[in-house]
């Protein structure tokens, strides 16, 4: 099993910063796209950001140019969130997909518990 374990969510004054963190833990050979994902009740959970070995990041729309999402092998992923909105309010969660072995049929689709971050007006 991996295990992906976020913090850094909080309460945080509208214009304000967080940073969180996923780290993952467990039998890993390698990690191809980790991402940020947001959710707020009653509604589907929308993808944040993404970022895999190759390639730039991805972001949603909403989020361009305010949140920056970053890894470095073997180091836990961020997402660092500036100019935060009340709009930005969610659980936020981490997903990584991969391999646990060099074995194709040892892939792995995970998700943290969550982080709820609330931002006030």
């Known amino acids: 099993q991996v295990q992906l374990v976020e913090s850094g969510g909080g309460l945080v004054q509208a214009g304000g910063s967080l940073r969180l963190s996923c780290e993952a833990s467990g039998l890993i050979f390698r990690i191809d796209l980790m991402g940020w994902y947001r959710q707020v009740p009653g509604k589907q959970r929308e993808m944040v950001a993404t970022i895999s070995g190759d390639g730039p990041p991805t972001y949603a729309d909403s989020v361009k140019g305010r949140f920056t999402i970053s890894r470095d092998r073997g180091k836990p992923a961020y997402l660092l969130m500036n100019n935060l909105k009340p709009e930005d309010t969610a659980v936020y969660f981490c997903?990584?997909?991969?391999?646990?072995?060099?074995?194709?049929?040892?892939?792995?689709?995970?998700w943290g518990q969550g982080t709820q971050v609330t931002v006030s007006s």
């Open positions: 997903n990584a997909r991969g391999r646990r072995t060099p074995v194709i049929s040892s892939q792995f689709d995970s």
